[in-house]
C-alpha cells in the first residue's frame, strides 16, 4: 500500500460533493499559509481509487487553478447537466466545466466516451489516461464555461464494487514488503494482482499470436557469457553516457505511456526514481502527467529524452518539439514503427469502463483499446524525410526508434542529424513474427562491426529495447556493441506496484544483478566489455543468421 495514499473506493465517499466540491480547496481563502493544497480525484483502472492531498512543490500546476479569482461565478450542477447531446455538450473536468461540443470530432478516442459522459463530472474517466493540461492545451479559452457549484452536486450513489474492483482492492490490502521483490519477474507478478483487468491489458498486450513478445525475451536465452578468471576482484564501475549524457549505468527507462493507470501520480514517480538512482528517462508522447510536472519532479541536472510519435497536424508537432527543447530536455526519441495500429488483442478484448456507445452516436463499438484509442492524433504517413522536419525544429540529439533491419540501421546512419537508432519492435506491440532487438544487434556485430565501435570517430549510438529481464541481459547487449539497454513494462509494473519506491527498487535490482555479471567477466568497466565475451549457442541450434540479417 502506498505510504503517501489513502486508498478508498470512491463511491464510498459519503463527503457532500466529494466528486467536485474539493476542488474549492484550491481557492486563496481555503489555502493553509505558506502550504498551497491541491486535492485531486484519480481512478486506478478497475475503480479503486485514491483521494490525493498533494502539496504544490510535489506536483506543480496540474490544473492551473490558483489563476482563477475566488470571485468566479459558480455554474449549478443542474444547469451542466442540461447540457447532453451531440450538439451541445459540457462535462466537468476536476470541478471546471467545459464545452466540448466542437471537440467530440477532434477526440482521438471517439465521440461515444464523451458523450456517455455528456452533462456529468468526467474526472474520474479523464484522470488516469489524460495530462491535466489536455483540455487546456486541446479547447480555446472561451470552451471553459467556470467552476461548477459544489453545494448542487448530488451526493454520489453508493454502488457494489465489481469482481474485479474486489480483487484488486485485496491485493493492495496484503501488498508484501518490497524487500521481497529480488527480480523484475517478482514485480511483473505481483502487478498482475494489483493492477485491474484493463491496466494489465493495456500494459501486457501483444500483437496477434504474441510471438515477438515472447521471442523479445527468449532470444537472450540464445546466447551464453565466456568467463574470464583469476583477474582478481575488480571493483566494478557502471557508470557510462548516453547521446553523452552522463549516466549511473547504461539502461534507461523506454517510453511506456499511461503510468497513472497503475499509480495516480503516474510518470512523476518515474522522473524521481530515475533521478534519484542516476538512470536516463524516456519520456512518452502519451504520458499521463504532463511536461511541466514531470519537468519540475525532475532532481538538478537530471537528463530527460522526450520520444514523439509525429502529429497528422505537423504545426502541432513543431509546436511541440520547440516546447520540449525549452523546458530543457535533453534529446528526441522518433518512434517510427507505427504505420499502422498494431492488433493488440488482450487490450482490445478488456472491456474498457465507459467506452461504451452513448446515445446520438452513429458509432458501433469497436473493442479498439486504451492503446488505439489515444492513438488517433498520429500520423501513419511517415517518411525518411520526416527527420529532417524534426531537426529543422530543434537542436536536440536524435534517436530513431523502431529500427528492425540491418537496412534501415545503415540508412539512419547516413544521416548526419542522427545520432543513433533504437532496435525495437514496439515490444512486441505491433507486428507479429519480428527478429528480436538481440538477435539484429547480433547481425549487425557480425556484418556491420564499424557501426558498433567505441572509437571516437564512431558518434552513431545504437540501442535496443524489447525482452530485457535481468541485468545480465543488459550485459548481453553490451557485449555486442549495445551502447545501452531501454526496459519499458518493467517500470510501469514498478510504478504499479510501489510508486516512486518501485521504480528505485527496479534499477537497484538490475544494478546489483548488472555488477555481479560483469565482476565474474573479469571486467570492471563498461568499455571492457567485448564481443568475445558472450556467444551464440550453436550447440541449441541458433549458429546460423537468418537470410535476412547476413546483408
Not at 136 to 145: A, E, G, N, T
Not at 342 to 355: A, E, I, K, M, S
Request: charged share 20%.
Amino acid at each position: 500500500m502506498f505510504s503517501s495514499l489513502r486508498f478508498c473506493s470512491l463511491r464510498r465517499l459519503q463527503v457532500r460533493s466529494s466528486k467536485v466540491g474539493l476542488i474549492r480547496l484550491a481557492s486563496a481563502s481555503l489555502q493553509p499559509r505558506g502550504l498551497p493544497l491541491l486535492w485531486s480525484t484519480v481512478a486506478l483502472g478497475g475503480g479503486v481509487c485514491a483521494v490525493t492531498l498533494v502539496a504544490q512543490q510535489s506536483i506543480r500546476e496540474p490544473v492551473h487553478l490558483e489563476s482563477h479569482s475566488t470571485a468566479e461565478a459558480l455554474i449549478p450542477f443542474d444547469e451542466v447537466s442540461k447540457h447532453n447531446t451531440r450538439d451541445d455538450c459540457w462535462v466537468i473536468i476536476q470541478g471546471r466545466v467545459y464545452d466540448v461540443t466542437d471537440f467530440l470530432d477532434l477526440h482521438p478516442g471517439g465521440t461515444a466516451v464523451i458523450l456517455k459522459l455528456a452533462g456529468k463530472d468526467a474526472t474520474k474517466i479523464f484522470m488516469p489516461i489524460h495530462p491535466p493540461t489536455a483540455l487546456q492545451d486541446q479547447l480555446k479559452p472561451s470552451q471553459y464555461l467556470g467552476l461548477v457549484d459544489p453545494a448542487t452536486v448530488p451526493i454520489p450513489t453508493k454502488e457494489e464494487l465489481t469482481d474485479d474492483e474486489l480483487r484488486v482492492q485485496k491485493a493492495r490490502e496484503n501488498m508484501p514488503p518490497i524487500t521481497s521483490i529480488l527480480t523484475l519477474q517478482d514485480m511483473e507478478d505481483l502487478a498482475q494482482k494489483v493492477l485491474s483487468e484493463t491496466a494489465w491489458a493495456y500494459y501486457r498486450s501483444d500483437a496477434d499470436s504474441g510471438q515477438t513478445y515472447k521471442n523479445n525475451e527468449a532470444a537472450f536465452s540464445r546466447y551464453y557469457f565466456n568467463p574470464r578468471v583469476l583477474r582478481g576482484a575488480p571493483v566494478v564501475d557502471t557508470s557510462s553516457t548516453m547521446l553523452g549524457l552522463p549516466t549511473s549505468i547504461p539502461f534507461y527507462i523506454s517510453p511506456a505511456a499511461m503510468a497513472k493507470l497503475g499509480h495516480p501520480l503516474g510518470e512523476v514517480n518515474m522522473v524521481r526514481g530515475a533521478g534519484h538512482t542516476g538512470i536516463i528517462q524516456g519520456v512518452s508522447a502519451n504520458a499521463s502527467c504532463s511536461l511541466e510536472e514531470m519537468v519540475a519532479a525532475r532532481v538538478p541536472g537530471q537528463p530527460l529524452i522526450y520520444q514523439i510519435y509525429l502529429n497528422k497536424d505537423r504545426q502541432a508537432s513543431a509546436t511541440l518539439l520547440r516546447k520540449v527543447e525549452r523546458l530543457g530536455f535533453d534529446g528526441i526519441i522518433f518512434t517510427v514503427d507505427v504505420p499502422h495500429a498494431g492488433n493488440r488483442l488482450l487490450d482490445q478484448r478488456t472491456t474498457v469502463p465507459d467506452l461504451t456507445d452513448a446515445p446520438g452516436t452513429s458509432r458501433s463499438r469497436t473493442g479498439k483499446g486504451i492503446a488505439q484509442s489515444i492513438s488517433g492524433y498520429q500520423d501513419r504517413n511517415m517518411t525518411w524525410d520526416d527527420i529532417h522536419f524534426i531537426t529543422n525544429q530543434t537542436s536536440l540529439p536524435l534517436l530513431i526508434k523502431g529500427i528492425q533491419t540491418i537496412e534501415d540501421v545503415l540508412i539512419a546512419s547516413t544521416y548526419p542529424s542522427v545520432r543513433g537508432v533504437i532496435l525495437s519492435n514496439h515490444g512486441g506491440r505491433q507486428l507479429d513474427y519480428v527478429s528480436s532487438p538481440l538477435d539484429l544487434l547480433y547481425a549487425l556485430s557480425q556484418t556491420h562491426p564499424h557501426l558498433l565501435s567505441s572509437s571516437t570517430a564512431n558518434k552513431f549510438e545504437v540501442y535496443i529495447d524489447g525482452g530485457v529481464k535481468s541485468g545480465g541481459d543488459i550485459v548481453k547487449a553490451l557485449c555486442l556493441g549495445a551502447k545501452g539497454v531501454g526496459l519499458g513494462r518493467a517500470f510501469l509494473y514498478a510504478n504499479a506496484c510501489y510508486g516512486e519506491e518501485g521504480v528505485r527498487r527496479c534499477v537497484n535490482i538490475l544494478k546489483g544483478e548488472f555488477g555481479s555479471v560483469m565482476a565474474h567477466l573479469g571486467v570492471s568497466r563498461i568499455e571492457d566489455l567485448k564481443p568475445e565475451m558472450v556467444e551464440r549457442a550453436w550447440w541449441l541450434g541458433c549458429g546460423q543468421l537468418g537470410s535476412g540479417m547476413q546483408r
